[in-house]
Every structure is written in structure tokens, then in C-alpha cells.
């Protein structure tokens, strides 16, 4: 029942989310995180981060694990963080009551926006809870992110240029597409994830992507400029990409999902 806008600052140097309110647009505070690798622990939300070095403290709202595993101590991430007091370094091992977790990866980082995105968005829940009903939104010069009405976590997918323009949530996956016509996928049931090995992957069309549309029929269209695909199954281990037009493709932001697909 809310309402989100996204729109460049007075100078144009960066973009800031407002929500509708009774008193009018409010600014929203995306917050703050920190990159972590060599991650070893399990770190429960709302647990007190603590830097060994510079005495910083966090309390945890989210934890992402891009790739690795705790058990095999080479969890790739960042922790999503709120309450902050101190100044958290680079490269000082990141404690939960005295025992090492993880080791940072980078300061403390305040979430901005690069301005002049062309925002696209889906709400979707890859959990068992309505509580874990969220918004996941793509710009084309950020990351991806997910939202939950109160924090914010960048979806970092380990691109050399992590900027996607188009989104679609899909069996339990995140779509995401990159420029050249890469179209890749988290983790099942994991929007963080983004390893081959928890069953993230990326599947190539050999033209810009200019779209993706969740079919009727639980499929997923994937729009080119000049072709069109559609991708049935279930996972990576199933996956089926079949050629639905070879002449013919979508302009891009024309896409919708009106009694059937239409596009022009």
C-alpha cells in the first residue's frame, strides 16, 4: 500500500528515494553496509557487529552471501547495518560477542544512488512469511537492490560492471539482465546468491535484452531487439530456452502483461 519515487537531486548529482506520505514526499534513508569475505559463522539478524580493530559497533539487519559458505570459512558478502557507533576498517576482522566471523572487505558504506537510472521493479517473496514480501528494483547504472519498507540491500552479483537494466522474479529466482545479452539468475530461493555452485547461472541470447516478461503458462519471456526467446522449467538443472522468434524482437520499456503479453 505504499508509494516510492525515485528522482534526481536539485543538482542532479545523485538520485533519492521518497515515499508518499500523509505530509507529503519523505526522503528515504537507504542506510549503510560493509563487504565482508572469509566469512566462517552464521550471523543472525539483529546481532551486534563488532570491528576488532576500531571498536565499531552494528546491529545486523541483513546478511547476504554472494558466493562460498560459512562452513567452508569462504563466504563472500556484505552485512547490512543500522545503530552504527565507531568507524568500522577495511581489512579488521568482524566480530559477533569476541568471535571472529568474517574479515571486511571495505569501510563502512553509505548507500547512494547514481542519478539518472530508468527504474523498473517487482515485488516478490522467496520466503515462507509475509514478512518476507519485498521489492526488488533495477536502474541500469546501480546494483540491483532489494527493499522490505525499511532497509535497504545491494544485490551484489560479482559483474565487472554490476548494473542491471531489466528484472523479473521467477520460480524462486532472481533475473537479472547485463549488457551484451547476458540474462543471469541467483541462487533458488535466494535473491543474495550468486554462485554457480548454489545454482545461480547465466544464460546467454546473443543480443540485447530489452525485457523480461512472466508469462500465463509459468514460463518467462526473454525480450532481444531482435529475437525473442521463451525459457521453460524449473532451475538450472532443467532449464529449457527455446527460439520463439528469430526476426523479430521488443523495443525496450514497451513490455507489458495485459490479459497476455503485448509489446511493440
Known amino acids: 500500500g ?7 537531486n536539485t543538482g542532479g548529482t545523485e538520485c533519492l528515494m521518497y515515499k508518499s506520505s500523509t505530509s507529503g514526499w519523505t526522503a528515504v534513508n537507504l542506510g549503510t553496509y560493509i563487504k565482508y569475505n572469509t566469512g566462517s559463522a552464521a550471523v543472525s539478524e539483529g546481532a551486534t557487529l563488532t570491528g576488532a580493530t576500531s571498536g565499531a559497533t552494528g546491529t545486523v ?3 547476504t552471501i554472494q558466493t562460498g559458505t560459512t562452513g567452508a570459512s569462504d563466504a563472500q558478502g556484505v552485512f547490512v547495518l543500522s545503530g552504527v557507533s565507531g568507524t568500522f576498517q577495511n581489512a579488521e576482522n568482524l566480530q559477533v560477542s569476541s568471535s571472529t566471523v568474517a574479515v571486511s572487505t571495505s569501510a563502512l558504506i553509505t548507500i547512494t544512488l547514481t542519478p539518472s537510472g530508468k527504474y523498473q521493479f517487482v515485488n516478490y ?44 522474479a521467477h520460480k524462486k529466482h532472481l533475473f537479472l539482465s547485463f ?3 547476458s540474462l543471469q539468475h541467483s541462487s533458488i530461493g535466494d535473491p543474495y ?3 554457480v555452485v548454489t545454482g545461480a547461472s ?3 541470447t546473443g543480443d540485447e535484452i530489452t525485457g523480461l516478461q512472466v508469462m500465463i503458462g509459468d514460463a518467462l519471456a526473454i525480450f532481444n531487439r531482435n529475437r525473442i526467446y521463451i525459457l521453460y522449467g524449473t532451475s538450472s538443472s532443467d ?9 523479430s524482437g521488443a523495443a525496450e520499456y514497451t513490455i507489458q502483461n495485459i490479459t497476455d503479453t503485448m509489446f511493440l
Request: overall charge positive.
Open 61 to 63: 539487519r541483513r546478511v
Open 2 to 8: 505504499a508509494t516510492y519515487c525515485f528522482r534526481n
Open 125 to 168: 517473496n522467496f520466503g515462507g512469511s509475509t514478512s518476507t514480501n519485498r521489492m526488488y528494483w533495477v536502474d541500469g547504472v546501480n546494483t540491483a537492490f532489494e527493499f522490505d519498507g525499511t532497509y535497504a540491500v545491494p544485490l551484489i552479483t560479482g559483474m565487472t560492471l554490476d548494473t542491471p537494466k531489466h528484472l523479473a
Open 239 to 247: 532449464w529449457n530456452l527455446k527460439n520463439f522468434s528469430a526476426s
Open 193 to 195: 546468491g550468486w554462485s
Open 202 to 204: 547465466e544464460i546467454g
Open 179 to 181: 549488457q551484451k545479452g
